[in-house]
Structure formats: structure tokens, C-alpha cells
């Protein structure tokens, strides 16, 4: 896969992370009409998401031995950090 490519589970992480962003908590409906209202606020936030997607799973592929990730796809740890999140709900 290109490195500019997003997998299913790497776009689901960048929108759970740009959701955030939008509406963080406490935030409510204002945070989020003033999230889409603002001209290229949406754009930014997603390329942002994005870049910190990456750099969380570079993070977990760089931790230390033992490490089971060390080797995996990015749609494989960034699926286990979204099954992970689910879990935490």
C-alpha cells in the first residue's frame, strides 16, 4: 500500500481523532457548528488527524522487544488501537 493511501481502519482512527477535536469533551453543539463552520478548519483538523494517526502508530511500532507490532501494517495497529478504544467505551 502507497504511503499516501488510507486504509479503512487508518481513516476510522484519523475521524475518531478529528471527532474529537470537534467536539472535545465538555464541548458541545456550539464546539461542533463552530468545528464546520469555520473556513478550512475541517481540512486542517483532518490532515492533522491524519499525520497523528501515523505518528501513533510509528510510536507503537518503535516501542521496545517485546514488541508484537514491530512488523505489522498500519491497518493492523491502527485496527487494534480502534478495537482498543471500543473496548474502553
Given at each position: 500500500m502507497e504511503k499516501d493511501l488510507l486504509g479503512p481502519n487508518l481513516k476510522?482512527?484519523?475521524i475518531h481523532k478529528c471527532?474529537?477535536?470537534?467536539i472535545p469533551p465538555g464541548?458541545?453543539?456550539a464546539a461542533g457548528i463552530k468545528f464546520l463552520t469555520e473556513p478550512g478548519w475541517?481540512?486542517?483538523?483532518?490532515?492533522?488527524?491524519?499525520?497523528w494517526a501515523r505518528a501513533s502508530i510509528?510510536?507503537?511500532?518503535?516501542?521496545?522487544e517485546p514488541?508484537?507490532?514491530?512488523?505489522?501494517?498500519?491497518?493492523e495497529?491502527?485496527?487494534?488501537?480502534?478495537?482498543?478504544?471500543k473496548q474502553k467505551k
Open positions: 476510522k482512527l484519523a471527532s474529537i477535536e470537534a464541548g458541545g453543539i475541517l481540512a486542517k483538523s483532518l490532515k492533522e488527524a491524519i499525520s510509528l510510536t507503537i511500532r518503535q516501542a521496545p514488541n508484537p507490532w514491530k512488523d505489522a501494517s498500519e491497518e495497529i491502527a485496527g487494534e488501537i480502534l478495537r482498543r478504544l
